[in-house]
């Protein structure tokens, strides 16, 4: 079929990147820093534009003819596409994959915190955050409002896992990202102040300063916590400040990517910050 190749095998060798697709423990050991899977028509062309270099391609019959001009693209030149039937699909990546359209690409390598805080105006930064779809849409709103970078602590999850990528719609592919080392953290956020930047932990704590009474600096960072257990006091007490987002007391907090959204949309109030 014009160019692709037909599977009916599920255990062809050819299709080891895309086992196990909803295993993170074993693609985290399977994709190493080498290579990552990305889901869906919008990420193909997140993929393009960041340079993230296609190892191969998996389609339903069904998804072959709109597929067919990305293959004429210089950047799928000698990538192999392959094609097979949905039973055959579900068994070589464990489950139902309704999109069809499913790609293995190449990780480019993450940026140093020293490089990101560098060359940044706003950053992010996450502490233990785990739930993918978390990231993944922290990571679209720091698109939307115009962040510069992520900065991860030890313990985030992998940000080119691939629930993540597909949450972000693929946004989170041109952000750069740093991650620190455990010998490193929480003393990183000192290493943000040494660089200029005011860091904001975000807590619901009620001796927190309120969001709305604050005035974004020229170069801040938004530290947010997993769900939960939040910043641990290391954090907190490195910070700047301590914000919280008011909101009623008959809640107990917000979903830490809505409460990201807010924080960015509200920064954002005097024009985008824009790279250093």
Known sequence: MNG????????????????RMNDQAARREMEGDVFFLSEGWVS????????????SVLLSPSRVKRFLPYMERPELEGVPVFVAEGDV????????LPRGVVMSAFRQPLVSLAELARTSKRLIVLEALNDNENVGAIARA????????LVLSPTCTDPYYRRTVRVSMGEILHLRVARVAASEWPDAIGRLHDAGFETWAMTPASDAVDLWSMDPPEHLAIVLG???????????????????????????????????????????????????
């Open 44 to 55: 193909i062309d997140h993929l393009i534009d960041t340079g993230h270099g296609f190892r």
């Open 89 to 96: 699909m579900n068994q070589i990546v464990g489950f139902d």
């Open 226 to 276: 997993a769900e939960g257990p939040g910043l641990t006091p290391g954090v907190l007490d490195r910070a700047t400040t301590c914000v919280r987002i008011p909101i009623s007391d008959a809640v107990d907090s917000l979903n830490v990517g809505h409460a990201a959204a807010i924080v960015l949309g509200a920064i954002s109030r005097t024009g985008p910050a824009g790279s250093a």
């Open 142 to 149: 720091a698109r939307a409002f115009g962040i510069d970078g």
């Open 4 to 19: 692709t190749t037909v599977v009916t095998d599920p255990e062809d060798s050819r299709l080891a990147d895309f086992r």
